[in-house]
């Protein structure tokens, strides 16, 4: 199973931001595409942006365009999801997921992907 974790998840005000991680221990994220979902509860699971393994290729949701944003840093071997503008329909545990293969400026926010991690609350709340 492969290792990742999210990080960067908590409780913000609407209109406010928030920036997540997905690390890797042990082994290097570069050539995997990533993708982020979320997961509201009651709801079924929901791709929010996914990236390349070459940072060329990005997607997003239509209900995140415009406010989120998916980077990734190679020196520190994350890949990151800026979320800005945060509304109270962002409330979801947010889980970042991994596949290897795919060509080099492709990635789905659908999926399928092999590897997933265990997931980070972020909770958009006044």
């Known amino acids: 199973q492969l290792p990742l974790v999210e990080s960067g998840g908590g409780l913000v005000q609407p209109g406010g931001s928030l920036r997540l991680s997905c690390a890797a221990s042990?082994?290097?994220?570069?050539?995997?595409?990533i993708g982020w979902f979320r997961q509201a509860p009651g709801k079924e699971r929901e791709g929010v942006s996914c990236?390349?393994?070459?940072?060329?290729?990005?997607d997003y949701a239509d209900s995140v365009k415009g406010r989120f944003t998916v980077s990734r840093d190679y020196a520190k071997n994350t890949v990151d999801l800026q979320m800005n503008s945060l509304k109270p329909e962002d409330t979801a545990v947010y889980y970042c997921a991994a596949i290897r293969g795919v060509a080099a400026y492709y990635c789905s926010k659908s999926g399928p992907y092999n590897y997933w991690g265990q997931g980070t609350q972020v909770t958009v709340s006044s």
């Open positions: 042990g082994f290097t994220l570069d050539y995997y595409a």
């Open positions: 990236i390349s393994s070459s940072g060329g290729g990005t």
